[in-house]
């Protein structure tokens, strides 16, 4: 075995005096390392919160469950300079990376300056290489964001029902007793309820005037939401050519309702006017939308 690995050394060092080429699995190689075939390197899934990484490292992937740092080796010259040598890291993990070089080494992602750290955020893939700079930045950096993103979002559009004083009202109602204005569910979603709807019609005296509101509780059937750094955005909208202006806001969002699933608490209002105005009358007679976002941060 030895004799035989002594040839193949041989041969390559032949090959390589005569053409300054190698080749494996051809025999015409158009570079100076040419490969018919895959290639190897090593592999290491990290869990550990600080890891340094080593000559014998090259793709690196980390699933542990916090933030943690990874550090470049420190750089040299001579011996201790090792120009091109490359490193992949993937952050697998719902925490960020912090990627830090060695002592005064540095990295660079674009022409505004080099730093000594870098953030690979969850779901982000990132290449260092080393380059021969040592002054400008140690390290040259690609960084590319894959499957995460920073933010989960969710829209829909429901119904605000008729005020229960207007001119053709809409009795209100608790524990979902009348189904008309429930949203109904869609090939991809599930329906939203309107639980319940409670009118508080307008006063408007010579001391305070006060705009007809409505408080509704929407109920989704569908699979609970994640509330964890949820940011929920209302926005009511007028669907006719009604010059009604409502406004809206969010009272609770919360896992509270039948069997655990979400329930919206919002507050609306009409805010053009207050009162009667002829045949006008503030507490709203037609169907209205509100419009809901539910952005979450994932990290």
């Given at each position: ?36 075939g895959s290639l190897e390197a090593d592999y290491k899934e990290i869990t550990a919160t600080n890891y340094t990484i080593t000559s014998k490292d090259h793709y690196l ?215 009667n105005n002829g045949t006008n009358n503030s507490n709203w007679s037609v169907t209205f939308f509100i419009n809901v976002l539910l952005a979450r941060k994932l990290f």
């Amino acid at each position: 075995m030895k004799l035989r690995l002594l040839t193949i050394i041989v041969l390559l060092l032949l090959v390589v005096g005569v053409s300054g080429q190698v080749g494996i699995n051809t025999s015409n190689p158009n570079s100076t390392l040419t490969i018919d075939g895959s290639l190897e390197a090593d592999y290491k899934e990290i869990t550990a919160t600080n890891y340094t990484i080593t000559s014998k490292d090259h793709y690196l992937s980390y699933n542990g469950t916090s933030g943690a740092t990874f550090t470049l080796p420190s750089i040299g010259i001579g011996t201790g300079s090792f120009t091109g040598r490359i490193y992949k890291i993937k952050n697998l993990s719902g925490f960020n990376i912090m990627l830090q070089a060695s002592g005064t080494n540095t990295l660079r992602s674009d022409n505004t300056g080099a730093v000594s750290a870098f953030t690979i955020a969850p779901g982000s893939y990132v290449e260092v290489v080393n380059n021969s700079n040592a002054n400008g930045g140690t390290w040259d950096l690609f960084y590319s964001i894959l499957s995460k993103n920073n933010m989960e979002l969710y829209g829909m559009q429901l119904k605000i029902p008729p005020h229960t004083s207007g001119f053709t009202p809409v009795t209100d109602w608790a524990n979902h007793t009348n189904t008309s204005y429930d949203t109904p569910a869609t090939a991809t979603d599930a329906a939203w309820w309107v639980i319940s709807k409670t009118s508080i019609t307008y006063a408007h005296t010579a001391n305070y005037h006060n705009t007809s509101t409505m408080n509704i509780v929407y109920e989704y059937q569908g699979t609970p939401f994640n509330l964890t750094n949820m940011y929920p955005l209302l926005s009511p909208g007028n669907n006719s050519a009604y010059p009604d202006v409502i406004s809206g806001s969010l009272t609770t969002i919360a896992n509270n309702g039948t069997g655990g699933k979400t329930r919206i608490t919002a507050s609306v209002s009409r805010t053009d006017f207050v009162g009667n105005n002829g045949t006008n009358n503030s507490n709203w007679s037609v169907t209205f939308f509100i419009n809901v976002l539910l952005a979450r941060k994932l990290f």
